[in-house]
């Protein structure tokens, strides 16, 4: 198909970030990504880790993009996409709210996994804490969440792309940039997530891995 979106740089983390959800995912059975952008990822991972039934969510803007690689794909564990934002109006969390898994008798479980890349630095800070503020509402008990990107360390950039890449951003809308890892984990450990590992990635990004008590 030829009217897919179509991004080139996940084709080029897509397999250093599918070795980290393996193993972080490797008990997993429900995945909600936020923020799937054009769906290049969603059908990679989940077409590599069957297990899993992989949620994708986004804008509604994006929606369509998605659901053409979707259904070119046709994989058996990749349900519809759904809209889904972080909203700071009225209250701080996902605007609408994803519909939680369920387990066999029909109780609201959640979803025990959680994957997220590069968005905290394309929102606003409002929005990184809406973020956090929904993913209290959609977690499960002991879930896992992962979050790639770049990220500063006491306030430094970890590079000097990473440098013109913030002077990028904050050129292009003043709300986004790089953030800071400690304020990140902050916001995490407010909802009750404590990070377990923060995994190098090439090109100067990261993996942060957390796990709900």
Same mark, same amino acid.
């Given at each position: 198909m030829t009217d897919r979106p179509y991004s080139p740089s996940c084709d080029r983390n897509r397999d250093p970030i599918l070795a980290v959800l393996r193993d972080?995912?490797?008990?997993?059975?429900?995945?909600?990504?936020?923020?799937?952008?054009?769906?290049?990822?969603?059908?990679?991972?989940?077409?590599?880790?069957?297990?899993?039934r992989w949620q994708c969510s986004d804008a509604a803007a994006y929606l369509p993009g998605i659901r053409a690689w979707l259904d070119e794909a046709a994989l058996p564990n990749t349900p519809p996409p759904l809209e889904l934002q972080a909203v700071v109006e009225p209250a701080?969390?996902?605007?609408?709210?994803?519909?939680?898994?369920?387990? %066999?008798?029909?109780?609201? =479980?959640? $979803?025990? &996994? #959680?994957?997220?890349?590069?968005?905290l630095h394309i929102m606003g800070w409002p929005q990184v804490e809406a973020f956090f503020a929904g993913l209290a509402t959609v977690l499960a008990a002991q879930a896992s969440v992962v979050v790639y990107g770049p990220f500063n360390y006491r306030g430094r950039y970890t590079s000097d792309s990473n440098r013109d890449f913030d002077g990028w951003l904050k050129a292009r809308? %003043?709300?986004?940039?790089? =953030?800071? $890892?400690? &304020? #990140?984990?902050?916001l995490a450990a407010a909802i009750g997530v404590r990070l377990r590992e923060d995994i190098a990635m090439p090109a100067n990004n990261r993996c942060l891995v957390w796990r709900r008590d």
């Amino acid at each position: 198909m030829t009217d897919r979106p179509y991004s080139p740089s996940c084709d080029r983390n897509r397999d250093p970030i599918l070795a980290v959800l393996r193993d972080q995912f490797a008990d997993r059975r429900e995945a909600l990504e936020i923020g799937s952008g054009t769906g290049q990822h969603a059908v990679h991972f989940a077409a590599a880790m069957p297990w899993l039934r992989w949620q994708c969510s986004d804008a509604a803007a994006y929606l369509p993009g998605i659901r053409a690689w979707l259904d070119e794909a046709a994989l058996p564990n990749t349900p519809p996409p759904l809209e889904l934002q972080a909203v700071v109006e009225p209250a701080p969390g996902f605007a609408p709210a994803p519909p939680l898994p369920r387990g %066999p008798a029909g109780d609201a =479980r959640g $979803f025990d &996994a #959680v994957f997220s890349a590069n968005t905290l630095h394309i929102m606003g800070w409002p929005q990184v804490e809406a973020f956090f503020a929904g993913l209290a509402t959609v977690l499960a008990a002991q879930a896992s969440v992962v979050v790639y990107g770049p990220f500063n360390y006491r306030g430094r950039y970890t590079s000097d792309s990473n440098r013109d890449f913030d002077g990028w951003l904050k050129a292009r809308d %003043p709300v986004s940039g790089i =953030r800071d $890892f400690e &304020a #990140v984990d902050a916001l995490a450990a407010a909802i009750g997530v404590r990070l377990r590992e923060d995994i190098a990635m090439p090109a100067n990004n990261r993996c942060l891995v957390w796990r709900r008590d």
